[in-house]
């Protein structure tokens, strides 16, 4: 087995093709054995130089909205009365901690996308 350290993007895309041939490896196999300890470095490697980044909260309102085929009135109980719900999406407003909890209970969205830095607020 021929394994090393993922250093480098090189060797992280090195491990990336390796690891495509491996797939169908069958677990306890030398492949298999191989297989896990590439993804384990594939991982490791990600987490430190390929961060997870969480879209503002108004995208991510947006996005479960469209997953799950919600209305501006689906969002009256969680935001306010419709022209506040119309405000939050178009940046006009900023969420309350109230709106973010009900948003985080409700529908799911992470607390991390919600409390996020809009996107406006960047180029102000």
Same mark, same amino acid.
């Not at 990600?46 to 961060?51: A, D, G, Q, V």
């Not at 006009?92 to 607390?111: C, D, F, N, V, Y």
């Given at each position: /087995? +021929? ?7 090189? +060797?992280?895309? $090195? $491990? =990336? ?5 491996? /797939? ?11 297989? +896990? %300890?590439? %993804?384990? =470095?594939?991982?490791?490697?990600? &987490? ?7 879209? +503002?909260? %108004? ?13 501006? @009135?689906? #969002? ?11 405000? %939050? #999406?178009? &940046?006009?407003?900023? #969420?309350? =901690?109230? /709106?973010?909890? @009900? =948003? ?16 406006? $607020?960047?180029?102000?």
């Amino acid at each position: /087995m +021929d394994i090393k350290p993922i250093k480098t993007d090189t +060797d992280y895309r $090195a $491990a =990336l093709k390796e690891v495509e041939t491996l /797939m169908m490896a069958e677990p306890n196999t030398p492949e298999g054995e191989k297989l +896990d %300890v590439l %993804v384990t =470095l594939i991982e490791a490697y990600e &987490r430190k130089h390929i961060p997870l980044d969480f879209p +503002d909260p %108004v995208e991510a309102i947006k996005f479960e909205m469209e997953q799950k085929g919600l209305t501006i @009135k689906d #969002l009256e109980p969680m935001i306010g009365k419709s022209n506040r719900v119309y405000e %939050v #999406l178009n &940046r006009k407003r900023s #969420l309350t =901690l109230k /709106m973010i909890w @009900k =948003l985080h209970q409700e529908l799911g969205i992470p607390a991390e996308s919600l409390i996020k830095q809009p996107v406006q $607020a960047h180029n102000a």
